[in-house]
């Protein structure tokens, strides 16, 4: 019988049930998504119960289960988040009242509300919304379901690539109050979910006396107690507790949890000893891996442990630990273990011959020790399980024969920096079901052989830092699994080979090879490519502009030539193309969204104006343009468009003009070089807006393998994404800068660098500098600045570098701390009024000299103020004088004509002086013109004249 949507059984009434709001439920809940996959499409017609997804009770024909867990789980992130439900769950599911079974995990609601109504579900047993991109606080509401078995609504913490955009993850948060209600659970996961420091959530979880499997990471979590009166979670198999801020010794309660098969208290910031475990019979799982444990291995495994325990572990990692000691007197106990992971510790000697007892042993990673010895055949030859062998980053020689056929066929290999060489491994023809292949700098001398490229289930090759000659194959093509292959670092020459659509990341760097990248096949992929360093001439060839969906391209330091091609659109994360010959404008086809993360284009001989069209990259997080022949001025909008930017480097060019002062709404800026250029004015006020440069330590994230120059302490440095959170510096040398320091620049107590010499600068140093605590290198000189240097920057304790010479500088040098053992005499040199260690001036003869020079300016200045009145008592006798003639003249009529008689005369006097000085002068001019034009004296000459001036 089929009542109006799901299939029910034919011997239930139809009078008794009406099921259509169950179906017009769900299709409301398919109306609120966007079905990416299409997992719905089958959500037609009446019966509902037939839907995907759906499954309903036989007896009622009720919907008991909705699953709709993104199947794509298993892929690649891409993969699945593409394939996912897109929008928010309907509140319209509260109708299905008889659900026991939902599972809506690793699809995305868009950071909307965890929803309440789940608390509804009074018969709900399994709830899995795990990964789904919900947000706000977990409703206490799910205290109601009371039959509930499992739980799991972790949650992610960090940003994530969503749809070729960053999407801020979306956090949520509880109270754990309501967790005891849930006295059937089972099964609870709640990773990525704030407990709000929350200091009781052991004694609350102690409650849930049926509970056997308990997940939690990144909560949050600072504290966890030693100890507890009463262990009543006696059930639990699982205890996984990961990436919290205990700093504190793991609790002794642990070892009471006698059910216990897996304990894993990873990355916890867990310190000293460990307690006794000997109670933990069922143990077969323990992981303590990135904790602080620090001792000797042995008297942890064999003092905490029981010998039955040890010899019942199937899975130990005790990596990142600080462990040491040898692997000598115990590693035979673990007849059962199949994984072992005792890497990035301090664990020495040789590798023990009785290793090869081990012969359930699966995965094996004894990498970053300080491991010595000789590794042969003998250790190996009873493990035939092995499939993954890490080694890597020891002194360990590998020697077996030529011929040797292993007992075991690898996944995984990583002997790197091992001694291997100086042949190619040639056992390693046989190993056909090798994906992953880490041979870094391990002695290899000659050519890669022939039957190596024959490997096609290699998916990670890494050959690099060796002496690898001759040619690549033609092409890879055949490789289809390969994803990422760096053969960097070697002396490989030839044409660059085809390449396998597969392939994502390609380094063939410092080498000697040439032509072009290429491939036969349009890539479905996003693709990384690097080839830097090689013998590539011209960058019209090189420039993988056929390549669609590159993710990283990086092909610096070459001799490349020419201009920007027309090919960004395709690069979506990093471009890379620092340190070559590029020369002419930056195109304006550069047509970048919120992916490009990185763009490097520095030193070559790139012109033109700050490139208008990078506005539009507002995920920009390093841009470096240094080294180039840029000019104009900096835009305003740098400071609007790139709230990303932590790195900006615009050192070396021609940029003019003020520094913006929107520049200071980078707050996320850790970076900022603008020196040698033509910036002119003064600092941007509200230089304390940089608010991760006033940091000490940040907690930023870094999406990006690069390096970065910096210029500080003399030297030259190269900076890679591993030291970026030491990276805080600012370089404004080599301008034109006027003005004075802005005093809030003390606030940058994260910087390590700070650089402003060669500028304009006048006024004081900041009285506060003693602040910028992290300063290791600061310098002012040539400047012109005045006043005394502050007494707080001997509380500097890192500086290493200082330079205050060539300004007007005076009064003491501040000693103590730090500054007693920069003795340069240089720092201070140009500065005449300086005194005090470590100059020869003692500050006792600066007084004098200063008093001298003040009783000089004492005397100049009463001299001056005697002049002035000097001058002003003459002014005001000019202007007195002058009014009692105006007034007499004006009052005194016979004294007024007197005078303008007086004046007539002596102006007819100078008048006829004027006339007969003028004709003399003409008279003695034509008396020389005349002798000129006879060529003899003549006198004539004189006569005529004269006659002419009579008659004048």
């Not at 100059?839 to 103020?865: A, P």
């Not at 007086?902 to 004709?919: K, T």
Request: hydrophobic share 35%.
């Amino acid at each position: 019988m089929n009542l109006a949507g799901c299939t029910i059984p034919h011997s239930i009434s139809s009078s008794s049930y009406s099921f259509k709001h169950e179906r017009d439920a769900l299709l409301e809940f398919k109306a609120g998504v966007n079905d990416t996959s299409s997992c719905l499409a089958s959500w037609s017609g009446e019966k509902c119960c037939n839907w995907a997804g759906i499954r309903c009770n036989n007896q009622t024909g009720h919907v008991v289960k909705l699953n709709l867990q993104n199947t794509y789980v298993d892929y690649s992130f891409d993969d699945w988040i593409y394939h996912s439900l897109v929008g928010k769950i309907s509140p319209s599911l509260i109708f299905l009242s008889d659900l026991k079974h939902l599972d809506l995990s690793f699809n995305n609601f868009n950071g909307s509300k965890f929803p309440e109504f789940i608390g509804a579900f009074r018969n709900l047993k399994y709830l899995n919304l795990s990964y789904t991109y919900l947000s706000g606080t977990i409703p206490p509401q799910l205290g109601n379901l009371s039959r509930l078995m499992y739980l799991d609504i972790k949650n992610y913490v960090e940003y994530e690539y969503l749809h070729n955009q960053f999407s801020t993850v979306y956090m949520l948060n509880t109270d754990t109050w309501w967790l005891p209600n849930l006295r059937n659970l089972k099964h609870m996961e709640m990773s990525g979910v704030d407990f709000k420091d929350s200091n009781d959530w052991v004694e609350t979880l102690n409650k849930l006396s049926s509970l056997e499997v308990l997940v939690l990471s990144e909560n949050n979590l600072t504290h966890i107690p030693q100890s507890i009166p009463f262990v009543n979670f006696t059930s639990l198999r699982v205890l996984h507790i990961y990436y919290q801020n205990f700093n504190t010794t793991i609790p002794n309660w642990v070892g009471n949890l006698t059910s216990l098969n897996k304990l894993a208290l990873n990355y916890n910031s867990l310190v000293g000893m460990v307690p006794p475990l000997h109670s933990l019979t069922k143990l077969t799982d323990l992981s303590l891996c990135g904790n602080n444990i620090e001792g000797d291995i042995r008297e942890l495994l064999l003092g905490k442990l029981s010998n039955y325990t040890l010899g019942n572990l199937e899975y130990l990692d005790l990596s990142s630990t600080n462990l040491s000691g040898t692997l000598t007197g115990w590693i035979t106990d673990m007849t059962s273990v199949t994984h072992l992971d005792l890497s990035y510790n301090n664990l020495s000697d040789t590798i023990p011959i009785d290793i090869g007892n081990l012969t359930n042993l699966v995965y094996l990673d004894l990498g970053s020790n300080s491991l010595t010895g000789l590794l042969s055949e003998t250790h190996l030859i009873s493990l035939l399980k092995l499939k993954t062998l890490y080694l890597e980053y020891n002194n360990i020689t590998i020697l077996v024969d030529s011929d040797w056929t292993p007992s075991f066929q690898l996944n995984s290999i990583d002997l790197s920096s091992c001694k291997l060489g100086p042949k190619f491994p040639s056992w390693l023809r046989r190993q056909v079901e090798i994906q992953s292949l880490y041979l870094t700098d391990i002695g290899i001398d000659g050519s890669i052989p022939d039957w190596f490229w024959s490997l096609s289930s290699l998916s990670s090759l890494h050959l690099s830092t060796n002496l690898l000659r001759g040619k690549l194959p033609a092409s890879l093509v055949h490789m289809t699994k390969l994803m990422y292959m760096d053969l960097s670092n070697n002396r490989l020459e030839g044409k660059i080979p085809f390449l396998p659509t597969s392939l994502m990341m390609l380094d063939l760097s410092n080498n000697s090879l040439s032509g072009q990248l290429r491939k036969n096949h349009k890539s479905p992929y996003k693709n990384k490519s690097i080839v830097s360093n090689n013998n590539t001439v011209e960058i019209v060839e090189l420039f993988p502009c056929g390549l669609p969906n590159l993710y990283d391209l990086d092909l610096s330091s070459n001799n490349l030539s020419g201009h920007l091609p027309p090919c960004w659109s395709n690069i979506s994360s990093v471009v890379n193309l620092a340190n070559n010959r590029l020369s002419g404008v930056v195109p304006s086809s550069l047509s970048c969204s919120v992916t490009l993360r990185v763009l490097q284009l520095a030193n070559n001989s790139l012109t033109g104006e700050f490139p208008i069209d990078l506005q539009f990259c507002n995920g920009l997080q390093l841009l470096d343009l240094g080294e180039n022949n840029f000019q104009g001025t900096i835009p305003d909008w740098v400071g609007e468009s790139f709230q990303q930017l932590q790195i900006l480097r615009l050192r070396s060019n021609l940029f003019s003009g003020n520094i913006p002062t929107k520049l200071t709404q980078l707050n996320n800026l850790l970076f900022l070089d603008l020196s040698n250029n033509y910036l002119t004015g003064p600092l941007p006020r509200g230089l304390n807006n940089f608010t991760s440069m006033s940091q000490l330590f940040s907690l930023t994230n870094y999406y990006y393998d690069t390096i970065v120059i910096v210029i500080t302490k003399g030297l030259i440095l190269e900076y890679d994404s591993q030291d970026f959170l030491f990276l805080k510096s600012m370089d404004l040398s080599n301008n034109n800068i006027t003005g004075e320091i802005p005093k809030e620049i003390v606030v940058l107590a994260g910087l390590f660098n700070l650089n402003l010499s060669h500028n304009q600068l006048i006024g004081n140093i900041p009285l506060e500098i003693g602040n910028m605590t992290s300063l290791e290198s600061l310098d002012f000189h040539k400047n012109n600045l005045s006043g005394t240097i502050p007494q707080s920057i001997s509380t500097l304790y890192s500086l290493a570098v200082l330079n205050f010479s060539y300004n007007n500088l005076s009064g003491s040098i501040p000693n103590g701390h730090q500054l007693q053992t920069l003795n340069d005499l240089s720092i201070y040199s140009g500065n005449p009024y300086l005194c005090g260690p470590p100059l020869e001036t003692s500050c006792d003869s600066s007084v004098r000299l200063s008093q001298s020079d003040g009783n000089n300016n004492s005397n100049s200045k009463i001299t001056d103020d005697r002049d002035k009145w000097l001058y002003l008592f003459i002014e005001f006798g000019f202007v007195a004088g002058f009014l009692l003639v105006f007034f007499i003249l004006l009052f005194k009529v016979k004294w007024r004509y007197t005078y303008f008689q007086m004046v007539d005369s002596m102006l007819e006097r100078v008048y006829v002086m004027g006339v007969i000085i003028r004709r003399q002068k003409n008279w003695v001019v034509a008396h020389y013109n005349c002798l000129w034009r006879n060529s003899s004296p003549n006198h004539r000459c004189t006569l005529q004249l004269i006659k002419s001036q009579t008659v004048s």
